[in-house]
């Protein structure tokens, strides 16, 4: 059995996370912030940010859906490119989809000294995305009740984030998961230019009934 790099990834972030719940103090410097980003130049909290969470609930449902999707593109990076080039694409792509996911927040919040953000959502959406590109027939189901088509929901999901994220009236990072998505979608066609091929010739195939 191969290696499992979305494991480690996973187990990394499940540890960071529980660890910091109690120490507010290391929770406060991995925060995404960024204005100190700004101000201090601590540009590594774009990185640190993607392996803190706010409490259980957000990091079983971040980790939970990176399981299931980033073994998908694991397994396609491996094959494409070997064990060893594509374990390591694999890592370098979704630590960079943390940091892109970010960059628009950043050039938004930049001056916003109370704005604060934590979580793996961008570079899970990336996660996401990439194995609907892949995969767009396949089912996701959104917990257990619908299911659609991968690329009907990421289409749904795209829309919703767009929105949301315009209006900007809770507290969650929309724009993370939307250029996490666009970051995604974008890396794959880049890496593997054939997916998209694959990617119509499935869609051809689509029948809703």
């Known amino acids: 059995m191969d290696f499992s790099l979305t494991s480690v990834l996973i187990g990394a972030t499940v540890f960071c996370s529980i660890f910091a719940f109690s ?4 929770l ?3 925060m995404f912030i960024p204005y100190r980003i700004k101000q201090r130049n601590q540009w590594d909290r774009f990185i640190l940010s993607g392996f803190i969470h706010k409490d259980f609930m957000h990091l079983l449902f971040n980790m939970f859906t990176f399981y299931f999707f980033g073994g998908v593109v694991e397994r396609f990076f491996k094959f494409q490119f070997g064990l060893e ?19 628009p927040t950043f050039v938004k919040q930049q001056n916003s000294p109370y704005y604060k953000a934590l979580g793996a959502s961008g ?30 929901l990421g ?22 998961h939307l250029y996490g998505a666009i970051f995604g979608i974008i890396c794959i066609l880049l890496l593997s230019p054939g ?12 029948r809703p009934f």
């Open 123 to 152: 570079g899970t959406s990336a996660m996401v995305f990439a194995s609907i590109i892949l995969m767009p027939l396949s089912d996701i189901c959104l917990f257990g009740l619908l299911c659609l088509p991968g690329f009907l």
């Open 85 to 103: 080039l594509g374990g390591l694409i694999f890592v370098g792509f979704y630590l960079l989809a943390l940091v892109v996911a970010d960059i």
């Open 155 to 176: 289409g749904f999901f795209l829309i919703y984030s767009y929105v949301k994220g315009k209006k900007g009236q809770d507290n969650i990072n929309h724009d993370a």
């Open 28 to 30: 406060e410097r991995w």
């Open 23 to 26: 120490r507010p103090t290391l």
């Open 195 to 206: 997916s998209a091929i694959m990617f119509f010739e499935q869609l051809k195939s689509y």
